[in-house]
């Protein structure tokens, strides 16, 4: 079974960056960063399908990049600009089902357990 697996997070100042690493172990078609904070549904942020391409959400295009690895295996979020309401726990989440949008988290099968960015004013 997929088990992604996220590092990376931490407490960063505002304008600051990071990056998270999300570890996938067994094929993925499609990858991607959600984030929750508290009171909020899960929201995306990031995808990358296995052949590259990249999709952003509003929130994160200018700022942040995805990236993946050669082998396919590990995915990068690498965040810049850091802004306080960026403070979230961040979720990778592999396989879509392709039954609906690359943002909906309801079509993903597998999710990591979260990494906490907390970005400081």
């Known amino acids: 079974q997929v088990r992604p697996v996220e590092f990376g997070g931490g407490t960063v100042q505002a304008g600051g960056s990071l990056r998270l690493s999300c570890a996938i172990s067994?094929?993925?078609?499609?990858v991607a960063w959600f984030r929750q904070s508290s009171g909020s549904g899960r929201g995306g942020v990031a995808a990358i399908s296995r052949d590259g391409t990249p999709w952003y959400a509003d929130t994160a295009r200018g700022r942040f990049t995805i990236s993946q690895d050669s082998t396919k295996t590990t995915v990068y979020l690498q965040m810049n600009n850091l802004k306080p309401e960026d403070t979230a726990v961040y979720f990778c989440a592999a396989n879509r089902n392709l039954y609906s949008t690359i943002f909906d988290p309801d079509d993903y099968r597998h999710w990591g357990q979260g990494t906490q960015v907390t970005v400081s004013s």
């Open positions: 067994g094929y993925s078609n499609y």
